[in-house]
């Protein structure tokens, strides 16, 4: 379902940018997590008015929205919110004295290919995709083994701290995250030599994903928390699987029916036939050819098609009856040929004859 973003800051469709600007500063320090410590509901709040204010304060993409256009968010926020932050609120200074390091880590995107016949019954495939993983050599701590990690002797363990700069306007008061541990508000006095104190190194992940029936070519699946690693106490970013539907020659797809052509000869068009019809999984129905189809007839297989995307049920096989005609005869077929159109009163070629 399309977002209201208008609705999820607060805003009137046309409000300018400063009122926006405003909108989502007043609802990131209501929403953010930081602030909101006993509420797992948070981020999801917090994500949903980041992504409203990215959209509408970006004159291309708001344009875009406002024209009803699908908006592709796939690179918007993919590096957690720490950039949106300090571009609205400065650096550092959002004011939770809130711990950088519990920043999520980025989102990340992979693309996998199935047949037809996959996406049409669902299936599961294999991913492996680079990312970044907690070091296995010190669980992600970043302290060497037998070390442990300390409270920051700077910031006491906020994370941040209070910055006084003296300008013309007089002395100004920002926070801004601590430099000793990274926003942590923790240090590792022997740091882990495998990833250098940091508890992330890039490593490969491997995941199963469930590809559900009826899905189109190039949608996009979200696996939660199946990104890149954050740091240490810290959430990890999403995986965006993108699905790419390979061609099938034998179908063409049209929604959630698949389509079809066999070919009929000019008697079995004529007289009525039952064919041989190829189905989606390997297998072959019989269809009836009615007397007297005509080229470019379409015959249905009930329940043949695609799976319906979170319904029951599946869409239909249409089938084009292509009517073929002979390009050569034998004596036989020509002689009965021209005796049936000499019945009808049909006007035809006259046979060559050679001296």
């Known amino acids: 379902m399309r977002k209201d973003y208008y609705a999820i800051l607060g805003v009137s469709p046309d409000a300018d940018k400063e009122e926006i ?3 989502f500063r007043k609802l990131a320090r209501e929403t953010h997590p930081d602030a909101n410590p006993d509420d797992p509901a948070a981020e999801q709040r917090f994500r949903e008015v980041a992504e409203a204010y990215e959209v509408l304060s970006d004159p291309d993409r708001r344009r875009a929205y406002d024209h009803g256009e699908q908006i592709d968010l796939s690179d918007l926020l993919m590096g957690g919110f720490d950039d949106l932050l300090r571009s609205v609120f400065g650096t550092g200074a959002f004011g939770f004295g809130g711990r950088q390091a519990r920043r999520r880590g980025r989102d990340l995107s992979v693309r996998t290919s199935i047949t037809l016949a996959d996406a049409a019954f669902g299936t599961t495939v294999d991913v492996t995709y680079p990312a970044v993983v907690a070091c296995a050599a010190c669980s992600g701590t970043g302290a060497a083994p037998g070390a442990s990690v300390q409270t920051c002797g700077r910031c006491g363990g906020s994370g941040s701290i209070q910055v006084t700069r003296r300008s013309f306007f007089g002395a100004m008061t920002t926070v801004e995250t601590c430099g000793r541990c990274g926003g942590s508000g923790q240090e590792v006095t022997q740091p882990c030599p495998v990833c250098g104190g940091h508890g992330l190194v890039r490593g490969e992940q491997h995941i199963n994903v469930e590809v559900p029936a009826g899905i ?10 199946r ?9 990890n970013g999403d995986l965006y699987v993108e ?15 698949l389509v079809t052509r066999v070919p009929v000869s000019i008697v079995q068009a004529t007289l009525g036939a039952t064919v041989q019809v190829p189905l989606i999984d390997g297998s072959e129905t019989s269809l009836d050819i009615p007397p007297g189809t005509q080229p470019g007839a379409v015959l249905r297989v009930e329940g043949a098609g695609m799976g319906r995307l979170g319904r029951r049920g599946r ?6 009856v292509d009517v073929e005609v002979p390009t050569k005869l034998s004596k036989e077929e020509d002689r009965l040929l021209r005796r049936y159109a000499e019945e009808r009163g049909d006007a035809v070629r006259a046979k060559r004859r050679f001296l």
Do not use: C, K, Q, S
């Open 21 to 23: 600007r405003r909108a």
């Open 227 to 235: 990104g890149d690693a954050g740091g240490p106490g810290g959430t």
């Open 315 to 320: 869409g239909d096989l249409r089938v084009v």
């Open 216 to 225: 189109t070519d190039g949608a996009r699946l979200r696996l939660a928390g």
């Open 243 to 257: 699905i790419r539907i390979e061609p099938d020659d034998r179908f063409e797809r049209d929604g959630d029916d």
